[in-house]
C-alpha cells in the first residue's frame, strides 16, 4: 500500500471512529450508592500489571479489582493443564461492595491479562486458547468484555480474531493475537497488541494493531482496527495439484518462549479441492530473527523457500539470504543454501543489509532470486543493490550460483 493510500485509510477510519452504534443497557449499579464513595467521577485508573504473579490489577472507588488464573487438569485422556480466568474485587477501605471473584472464562495456554476500570465500567482482556494442544499451532484470540463494577457481570463481550488468508485461496488458517494492552479514555477502549494474520475489517495488514471501540461502555460501535504495513507482516502462497502452500512468519514470544524478536517460519499445506494428494500439514522450518518479506515459489521438482535470516536480534548480526529446498509430500527440506551478506568500511567488515524480492523457476527449472541489499554476497564480483542470484538445475544439482544485477 502506497503512503497515499495508507494516509488516506487513516483519515477514514478516523471518520468511523466519530459514528456510535445502538445503545448497550448498562449495569443497574454503575455508580455506588449516594454517601458511599462521593458524588464525583474517579478518572479511569491505569493497569497495574504483575507480571510475577500472573495477574492484572486497577482501582475505582476504593475497589480494588484483580484478574488471574489458576491452573487444572482439564480432564481428557490424556490429561493436559487448563487456566481458568477469574476477575476478583477487594474492598480497600471505601468500596461500595464487599468482596467477589467470578470465572469468566478458560484457557489452554497461559492467559495474558489486561484491566481497566472507570467510572463506566470495568474493561477486561485476556488472551484465550479455546483448544487442546497439537502438533499445529493453535488458533489464539483475544477475549474482551465490559463487567459491571457491582456484580462481575460480562455486560458486552467481543472477540478479536486473526486469520492467515492467502490470496485467491478461499480458506483461511486461524491466526494469533498476543501481547494485547488495554488504554481507557473517557469513553473510548483501545487495544494494542501484536499478531499474525489479518482482524476482519483492519487496515493495514501489519503485525502491530491498534483497535479502537469508541464508546464501549455505552453502544454496540465496531471498532476500527489499523495495522500499519511492515516487512515481518506478510507471507507467500501458491497454489499446486489442488493444494494451497503458503510460508508464514509469527514470532515466537508469542508462546512465552522469551527470545524477542525471533520469528518462528512455517510451510503450510492445505488440501482445497478433491485432486490435491495429500492432506493438510505445517512444518517449522527455521527460527530467525527479522526475517523480512517472504517468498515461495513451486515447479515440477518441487517448492522454494527465500528469506532473510539475521543470527540475532542485534543490528551487528550476520545477515543472509536464505534458500531452501523442499519436497511437495514430506514437506522436507532437500538442499539448503545460505549466502552472507557483508559490507566493507574502511577495511573493516560488517554485516550487510538484505531485502528479498521475488523467486522464479525457468522452463530449464533453474531458480532465479531477485531482490535488494546494502553489501555484497560471498564470491560475487561488485556490490549491486539491485540482486539476481541464479542457481541452475537448483532442484537436481548442487551447482554454486551465479551473481548479477536487474
Known amino acids: ?82 487456566y481458568d480466568i477469574i476477575l476478583h474485587r477487594s474492598n480497600q477501605g471505601t468500596c461500595p461492595w464487599g468482596g467477589q471473584s467470578r470465572l469468566l472464562g478458560s484457557s489452554y495456554e497461559v492467559p495474558a491479562f489486561s484491566l481497566v476500570a472507570g467510572p463506566w465500567g470495568i474493561g477486561v482482556g485476556h488472551i484465550q486458547v479455546n483448544a487442546r494442544p497439537s502438533l499445529n499451532p493453535p488458533p489464539v484470540h483475544f477475549s474482551l468484555r465490559h463487567v459491571a463494577p457491582d456484580t462481575l457481570e460480562p455486560l458486552r463481550n467481543e472477540t478479536l480474531t486473526a486469520s492467515i488468508c492467502p490470496r485467491g485461496m478461499g480458506t483461511c488458517l486461524p491466526g494469533r493475537i498476543h501481547q494485547a494492552e488495554l488504554a481507557l479514555t473517557e469513553g473510548t477502549l483501545v487495544v494494542k497488541g501484536t499478531k499474525s494474520g489479518s482482524i476482519p475489517g ?29 516487512e515481518n507482516g506478510s507471507y507467500a502462497s501458491i497454489e499446486w495439484s489442488g493444494c494451497h502452500f503458503f510460508v508464514w512468519a509469527i514470532p515466537t514470544d508469542t508462546w512465552g518462549q522469551g527470545n524477542a524478536g525471533e520469528h518462528a517460519i512455517y510451510l503450510t499445506r492445505m488440501p482445497y479441492r478433491r485432486e490435491c494428494p495429500w492432506g493438510m500439514e ?62 566493507d568500511e574502511g577495511g573493516r567488515g560488517r554485516p550487510g543489509s538484505i531485502s528479498l524480492v521475488h523467486l522464479s523457476i525457468t522452463r530449464n527449472e533453474a531458480l532465479v532470486v531477485l531482490g535488494h541489499k546494502d553489501g555484497a554476497f560471498v564470491g560475487e564480483k561488485g556490490s549491486p543493490s539491485h540482486f539476481q542470484v541464479s542457481f541452475e538445475d537448483f532442484f537436481t544439482s548442487t551447482r554454486p550460483p551465479t551473481f548479477g544485477d536487474f
Open 1 to 82: 500500500m502506497s503512503d497515499m493510500k495508507w494516509a488516506h485509510s487513516l483519515v477514514v477510519a478516523f471518520m468511523i471512529q466519530g459514528c456510535e452504534g445502538q445503545p448497550v443497557e448498562a449495569g443497574a449499579a454503575m455508580e455506588p450508592a449516594s454517601g458511599q464513595a462521593g458524588g464525583k467521577e474517579a478518572a479511569a485508573s491505569p493497569p497495574e500489571q504483575d507480571t510475577a504473579a500472573g495477574s492484572s490489577q486497577a482501582e475505582w472507588h476504593g475497589c480494588r479489582y484483580t484478574l488471574s488464573h489458576e491452573e487444572r487438569p482439564d480432564g481428557g485422556q490424556p490429561s493436559v493443564p487448563i
Open 202 to 230: 483492519e487496515i493495514g495488514e501489519g503485525t502491530q494493531f491498534t483497535a479502537t471501540y469508541p464508546h464501549f461502555f455505552t453502544t454496540r460501535t465496531s471498532p476500527t482496527v489499523l495495522a500499519p504495513p511492515d
Open 282 to 343: 505445517s512444518k517449522l522450518i527455521e527460527r530467525t530473527y527479522r526475517p523480512g518479506p517472504l517468498a515461495l515459489v513451486g515447479g515440477m521438482s518441487g517448492l522454494a523457500v527465500g528469506y532473510k535470516r539475521q543470527q540475532s536480534a542485534s543490528d551487528a548480526a550476520p545477515v543472509s539470504l536464505r534458500i531452501l529446498q523442499l519436497t511437495w509430500n514430506s514437506l522436507q527440506a532437500a538442499r539448503e543454501e545460505s549466502l552472507e551478506v557483508r559490507k
